[in-house]
Structure formats: C-alpha cells, structure tokens
C-alpha cells in the first residue's frame, strides 16, 4: 500500500464538529474508494469516485457524509456534525482503472469525543 | 446486499501449526481477494484468484477459489508469529469491481 496517502492519521473531534479527511491516490491512479472499518470487523464500502465523478454511493450515509475528488488535489471525505458513532478507521484505495487491484492506504483513524 | 462470511472468526494457535481460513458466501463473484491487516494500518493484498476451483500458492499460504466461486480458503503450513494479523477476503463484482469485504478472522500466532 506504499503510495497511497492519506491524512490526518489520527483525527479527534467532539461532538457536532465537522471531519475532513484526505487521500492522496498513487501516482498515476485516478480512481479511489473510500471505507469504513469498526475496531475488529471487515471494511464497508462507502463510495467510489473518478476525477471530478462520483460513481457509486452506495455504502455512503445520506446525511451528514460527502465525498468528492477534485481534478486536483486529493480526495477528501467530509463528515458533518459528526456523532459518537462515527467514531472509526477511514480507508481509502486507488486503483489505475475500472477493475483494477486496490491499494490501500494506511487509513485515518476518526474519534469522535 | 453481499455478505461475505469468514470463520473462525478468532484463531489463536502455536508456532508450526497449520490452519485454515475460510471464506464463504451465496454470491458469485468475478474474483477474490485476500488481505492482511496488521494493527494500526490498511490492508495489504495477499493475492487474487478469479478462476474456479483456482489454487495459489505464496511460500506457506494456500488459496484456493470454489468451483462455483462463491466460496474461497487460505490454508497457512508451519504457522510462524510473523503470520499474526487479520485476515480479510473481498469479493468483487460488476464492471468496477465493487468489492464487498469479509468479517475478518484474527489471527494469533503464539511463539
């Protein structure tokens, strides 16, 4: 996963603040998929974006939650007026193209007081 | 929805022992993916299988695809301490390649 960026990897907010979390993809790479992972269980897909597309939101909650990749810059997953329950570790993968292998990154890990 | 079920979910074993993951679902998927997580970072790609009934083998880890990929196992041989993490299997489907994650089995490798 050596390549993929993300930041801050460690990111405390309280109640009600808003969280931002970034994802620099690997070089190269201009898709990227972000997801959530609760302390000891798998990861749940969130959302897949293209440059400037976002083309699948599935996972993503409908409130509070935004995901959005730039034509430059990284990606980043924006959580409003974040609860206790958001509280988790945020992962994000690039791949080069459609069907690709993903490669993570090292994931920001989101509490929330 | 897809679910991918692993078990164990826990495995705590000695050193030279042998084991095996297994990975299982009522989905067909185009490929399967295994994972190792290690605490603090993201996962890392063991391998990927996409053929049915294909078997990989990567130094003492075993994979193997069902014949009706749905179902997948990691065997590891000789377990060793370094062998420690989670292990996770992703299935993917359609053209993107969605992929839908495991529930994970952690495992402990005791020297």
């Known amino acids: 996963n050596a390549g993929v960026m993300q930041n801050p990897r460690h990111l405390v907010r309280r109640r009600g603040q808003e969280a931002r979390l970034r994802c620099s993809p690997m070089?190269?790479?201009?898709?990227v998929y972000w997801y959530r992972q609760l302390p000891e269980e798998g990861l749940k897909f969130m959302v897949y974006?293209?440059?400037?597309?976002?083309?699948?939101e599935s996972g993503m909650p409908k409130e509070r939650f935004s995901a959005e990749f730039p034509k430059e810059g990284p990606s980043i997953l924006r959580i409003q007026q974040v609860v206790r329950g958001d509280s988790a570790a945020y992962f994000c993968?690039?791949?080069?193209?459609?069907?690709?292998?993903?490669?993570f990154g090292p994931g920001t890990r989101l509490t929330v007081l | 929805t897809q679910l991918l079920e692993q078990s164990p979910q826990f495995l705590s074993i000695q050193e030279g022992e042998n084991l095996t993951v297994y990975c299982n679902s009522s989905?067909?998927?185009?490929?399967l993916q295994w994972y190792r997580q290690e605490p603090g970072e993201g996962p890392v790609l063991l391998v990927t299988?996409?053929?049915?009934?294909e078997v990989k083998k990567l130094k003492r880890l075993t994979f193997q695809f069902g014949d009706a990929r749905k179902d997948s196992s990691l065997h590891i041989t000789a377990a060793q301490p370094g062998d420690t993490g989670l292990y996770l299997c992703?299935?993917?489907?359609?053209?993107?390649?969605?992929?839908?994650f495991g529930t994970g089995t952690k495992l402990q490798v005791i020297p």
């Open positions: 993968a690039s791949v080069k193209g459609l069907g690709d292998t993903q490669y």
């Open positions: 070089k190269g790479h201009s898709h």
């Open positions: 974006l293209q440059k400037e597309n976002i083309i699948d």
């Open positions: 989905s067909v998927f185009s490929s």
């Open positions: 299988v996409v053929t049915g009934g």
């Open positions: 992703a299935g993917a489907t359609g053209g993107y390649q969605k992929v839908t």
